[in-house]
Structures are given as C-alpha cells and as structure tokens.
Nanobody, 120 residues
C-alpha cells in the first residue's frame, strides 16, 4: 500500500512562493498523482493532476502553479507562485493507479496534508 508524505508547507506573504513535495513509499510510475486543497469549512478541491501525458490545473491556479513529477524519486511537486490569501488551505497529495479525474473520491491513496497559510 502506497504511503504519501507531503512537505514544504508554511506561512508566506501574499505574492510569495512555496514548493510542496510529495514522496511516495514505493514507485508510482505510471500512476496519476493529484494535488488537492481544503480550506476550513469548504470542500476538498482539485488543484492539479499529473499523469503520463497530461498535467491539468484548476482554473484558479492555472499559470500560477506548476505540478511536476520525478519518477526516479517517486516524488511529485507543486510549485506555487504569486500566492494569495485565498490559497490558504491544507494541501493534500493523492495517487491512483487508474483514476485521473477531478474528484477526490476517485483517488485511493492520500497523504496527511501540509498547511499553507498566505497572509495579506
């Protein structure tokens, strides 16, 4: 069973940048990896998904965030630039061997989350 561990969260001022990492306990080669976030009182929402051929972003972060993966390290990254207070949330990494949609319910494996706080 794959275990995912996120890191890289923290507090930053608006306009700043953070880079999140998500390391898998075993190879996730060929899998779909997703980044999601959940703010207090809100539903978990997709930020980006990355698989063999496509990287897709939520409209609110497109051109600001960049997802990438290093299969040799079983690690995925989320570079977040021009952060805004509304980006404040717990960010989660997810993985699935088959599903690569936008719904969190489709992903089988999840990390514990890392907090991102953006102050104005």
């Amino acid at each position: 069973q794959v275990q995912l561990v996120e890191s890289g969260g923290g507090s930053v001022q608006a306009g700043g940048s953070l880079r999140l990492s998500c390391a898998g306990s075993e190879s996730t080669y060929g899998w779909c990896m997703g980044w999601f976030r959940q703010a207090p009182g809100k539903e978990r929402e997709v930020v980006a998904t990355i698989d063999w051929t496509n990287t897709r972003y939520a409209g609110t972060v497109k051109d600001l965030f960049a997802a990438s993966k290093d299969d040799s390290k079983s690690t995925v990254y989320l570079q977040m630039n021009s952060l805004k207070p509304e980006d404040t949330a717990t960010y989660y990494c997810a993985a699935d061997s088959a599903f690569c949609g936008l719904s969190p319910a489709g992903f089988d494996y999840w990390g514990q989350g890392t907090q991102v706080t953006v102050s104005s």
